[in-house]
């Protein structure tokens, strides 16, 4: 079954920490990895789109890693804000394209 | 870019009543999807349009929804008759090319439904 687990369910750090997100998968076969960034009430924005021979991709201060071969993914946030107080959501693409599977999210909230 | 845009933002109505949601996709994109997102299920696909065709409508809970797209720049999620479990936040997302490929899938914010 294709499943997408990510943790931890929530975080809580002061503005300027860094933080780290993890999202395991065992999506087969593979397409790509997809992060999101939720705010609360809006809908999901796309932050980064990893394929199998990408191991790293920035976006500003977003980070996104893969490893392929352990089907895991870290989306790591650096000098955090308060703006990046939101649901962050893994999502993975089988090969095949007709089968999008979704995280339960993180929930951060990053404080003053 | 006026991004996708969904109409409305906000629907409270009572159970046996219809229930139409409306999703305006961004100019020149292809495919279209429509999403649930619920606390205790996240989100999920309910189905999804290219080229104004669907292609899977696997994710559609019950023959009380159906979703339709007359043309390149609208479509409509219809449920009927509405029940409370039906609650929840509404999608629409639409993209460049049939999902699965490289290229975002661009959402707007929802139309939050309560079913009383």
């Known amino acids: 079954k294709n499943q997408v687990e990510q943790s931890p369910q929530s975080l809580i750090i002061l503005e300027g920490k860094n933080c780290t997100l993890q999202?395991?998968?065992?999506?087969?076969?593979?397409?790509?990895l997809r992060w999101y960034k939720q705010d609360t009430g809006r809908g999901p924005v796309s932050l980064t789109i990893m394929t199998f021979s990408e191991n790293t991709k920035s976006n500003g201060r977003y980070t996104a890693t893969l490893d392929a071969d352990t089907k895991q993914s870290s989306l790591h946030i650096t000098a955090s804000q308060l703006s990046d107080s939101a649901s962050y959501i893994c999502v993975v693409a089988n090969n095949a394209g007709n089968m999008l599977t979704f995280g339960g999210g993180t929930r951060l909230m990053v404080k003053p | 870019d006026a991004g996708v845009i969904q109409s409305p933002r906000h629907e409270v109505t009572e159970m046996g009543q219809e229930v139409t949601l409306r999703c305006k996709p961004i100019s020149g994109h292809n495919s279209l999807f429509w999403y649930r997102q619920t606390m205790m299920r996240g989100l999920e696909l309910l189905i999804y349009?290219?080229?104004?065709?669907?292609?899977?409508d696997s994710g559609m809970p019950e023959d009380r929804f159906s979703a339709k797209m007359p043309n390149a720049s609208f479509s409509t999620l219809k449920i009927q008759p509405s029940e409370p479990r039906d609650s929840a936040v509404y999608f629409c997302a639409s993209s460049l090319l049939p999902r699965g490929s490289n290229q975002p899938q661009h959402f707007g914010d929802g139309t939050r439904l309560s079913i009383l």
């Open positions: 349009f290219n080229n104004n065709v669907p292609i899977d």
């Open positions: 999202c395991n998968y065992t999506v087969s076969p593979f397409s790509n």
